[in-house]
């Protein structure tokens, strides 16, 4: 089975970058979709993006779009989010997930695996 752990979060200025990692254990981890949500105090877990198991064909939530980055190595069995021109509105705790349809998916509950989260503050 595959695990999950998120890394990278911190504080960050408004306009400044940051770059998460999601380290995975498991031989099965290749053929995975990873996908990466975010949840703000007070609000619900939302999509952020997500990348097939190739790392060909990638997904992004509108807020994002142009700013955040996926990406996946393989042979390194990790998943990152680069995340550019950052907004005090992008604070939340982020999380990486997993799905066994290899594919990208918005839709929270088709993931499977979850990481414990990284905080991200992003302040003005």
């Known amino acids: 089975q595959v695990q999950l752990v998120e890394s990278g979060g911190g504080l960050v200025q408004a306009g400044g970058s940051l770059r998460l990692s999601c380290a995975a254990s498991?031989?099965?981890?290749?053929?995975?979709?990873v996908g990466w949500f975010r949840q703000a105090p007070g609000n619900e877990r939302e999509f952020v993006a997500a990348?097939?198991?190739?790392?060909?064909?990638?997904d992004y939530a509108d807020s994002v779009k142009g700013r955040f980055t996926i990406s996946r190595d393989n042979a390194k069995n990790t998943v990152h989010l680069q995340m550019s021109s950052l907004k005090p509105e992008d604070t939340a705790v982020y999380y990486c997930?997993?799905?066994?349809?290899?594919?990208?998916?918005?839709?929270?509950?088709?993931?499977?695996?979850w990481g414990q989260g990284t905080q991200v503050t992003v302040s003005s």
């Open positions: 997930a997993a799905t066994g349809t290899g594919y990208t998916s918005t839709i929270q509950y088709e993931y499977s695996v």
């Open positions: 498991g031989r099965t981890f290749s053929s995975y979709a």
């Open positions: 990348v097939s198991w190739s790392g060909r064909s990638t």
